[in-house]
């Protein structure tokens, strides 16, 4: 079945640090994907997503790449604030096999210190 | 504005109770999911809906029912609660438009405790 695989973390920088949130995945076809992020309390939200391979999602900084050839999908972003420390999920959805599921990965706790 | 909502935010239940979560959303989406998450899993998938009356079985569904009576709520109900239900609960929704890849929207989530 599909899934999902990231790094778990806790990953902790200091502000203004380059950021990387790696992302692979397994499924047939040819998913859509995404990165959620959840600050603390709240629900998920859509950070960025791309549905086919070599797109570019970006999103309040933070950009990620859908390459097929690697089956990846890293978050990056290159100076990180406080206010981006949150929960990241990096999800799936693959329309052949399970229209509009997502299946997610563990989440990875990104901590941003001044 | 539209949103989801879901009610209540925190609940403490006892093993073998049945306790149901609401969720309501204002957008007039087709698609509802219910997820559940907990640390070192991330977000499963527990019953989804593509419109009323339908429903469907994700990958943790034992223990759980929903139903679709209309298109703004989808409660979920666990049948007799118990410790391993402990969690924090996701209610999400999606417009669905047929062969497009749709933004899900999360609800703020609830914290229920089974003692």
């Known amino acids: 079945g599909d899934s999902v695989t990231q790094m778990e973390g806790p990953v902790t920088l200091s502000e203004e640090a380059f950021l990387t949130i790696n992302c692979t995945y397994t499924a047939t076809g040819y998913p859509s994907l995404f990165w959620y992020v959840q600050y603390p309390g709240e629900g998920l939200q859509l950070l960025l997503k791309?549905?086919?391979?070599?797109d570019k999602g970006s999103n309040k900084g933070f950009e990620a790449t859908y390459r097929k050839e690697t089956t990846s999908f890293h978050l990056e972003k290159g100076s990180v604030q406080v206010s981006d420390s949150a929960v990241y999920f990096c999800a799936l959805e693959n329309s052949g096999g399970s229209n509009y599921k997502l299946t997610f990965g563990k989440g990875t706790l990104l901590t941003v210190n001044p | 504005d539209a949103e989801i909502t879901q009610s209540p935010r925190h609940k403490i239940t006892e093993t073998g109770r049945q306790v149901t979560l609401a969720c309501h959303q204002t957008w007039n989406h087709n698609n509802m999911f219910w997820y559940r998450q907990d640390l070192g899993h991330g977000l499963r998938l527990i019953h989804y809906?593509?419109?009323?009356?339908?429903?469907n079985k994700g990958e943790v569904s034992d223990g759980y029912s929903v139903s679709r009576s209309n298109t703004e709520d989808l409660p979920l109900t666990l049948e007799s609660a118990a410790s391993s239900q402990t969690s924090v609960y996701f209610c999400a929704s999606a417009q669905g438009t047929g062969g497009s890849t749709d933004t899900q929207y999360f609800g703020p989530g609830t914290r229920l405790t089974v003692l």
């Open positions: 791309a549905t086919k391979a070599d």
């Open positions: 809906s593509y419109g009323v009356q339908d429903t």
